[in-house]
Structure formats: C-alpha cells, structure tokens
C-alpha cells in the first residue's frame, strides 16, 4: 500500500475540490447580477475580499462595499428562493410573538427587527 503525503488523509481523496467558487456567480448574487443591481466588477471585488477573509459571504462583501445596501440584498435572497420579500418594522409584527421564541434567539437570529 502506497504511502500518504502528509497533505492527504488516507481513505479520504478528493472526489471534486472547486478552484475558484467565484468562476460562476451562484446564488442571491447571480440575481443581483441578472437584475443589474450589481456589476461584474463589483461581484469579482466581493470575491476577492471573501478570499481575503473566508469568514465573509460574497453578499456581505458586496454590502460592506457599499455595492448594495442590505434591503437589496435580502430582496435578492427572497428573488433566489422563490418567495414573497415583505419589508417588517418590530411594530409591524404583534406582541405575543415575542413570547413564542428565546429572546437571545430572537436577537441573534435576527428573527425580527
């Protein structure tokens, strides 16, 4: 039996390892794309900050970068999954809601406004 390099792990190769996930805009973004609500450009810079800092979503960067603002962005994800996008306030959504969910949930969850 052939010998590991320390980079693999036995048992485990790589069946398929993308290059570069920002080739194809996928997702949300792609609506943002198609919808010009966002250019290329700004799409690749968004990439290469998320290469930057993995721990940041391409939607993040483009939001941080002030190519969108947050309410495009969410209007994008609802776009992508097909359902009705309905803007909230907290005094939109009725009182007794807040007693169905933990509180720290609510919040970091961002449950509501």
């Known amino acids: ?19 570069d996930v920002c080739d194809v805009p996928r997702g ?13 450009q700004q799409f690749e810079a968004a990439c290469r900050r998320q290469k930057e800092d993995p721990h940041i979503s391409i939607l993040d960067a483009l939001v941080q970068a002030k190519a969108v603002d947050e309410l ?19 005094d939109d959504v009725d009182k007794s809601t807040f007693e169905l969910l933990d509180p720290e ?3 970091r969850r961002k449950v509501i406004p």
């Open 1 to 19: 039996m052939a010998e590991a390099s320390e980079s693999e792990v036995p048992g485990f190769p790589t069946v398929w390892s993308p290059k």
């Open 28 to 40: 949300p973004a792609a609506v943002l794309l198609e919808k010009g609500q966002i250019s290329h």
């Open 72 to 90: 495009t962005v969410l209007q994008a994800v609802a776009a992508y999954f097909d359902v009705p996008f309905q803007s909230i306030t907290a």
């Open 105 to 107: 949930f609510i919040k």
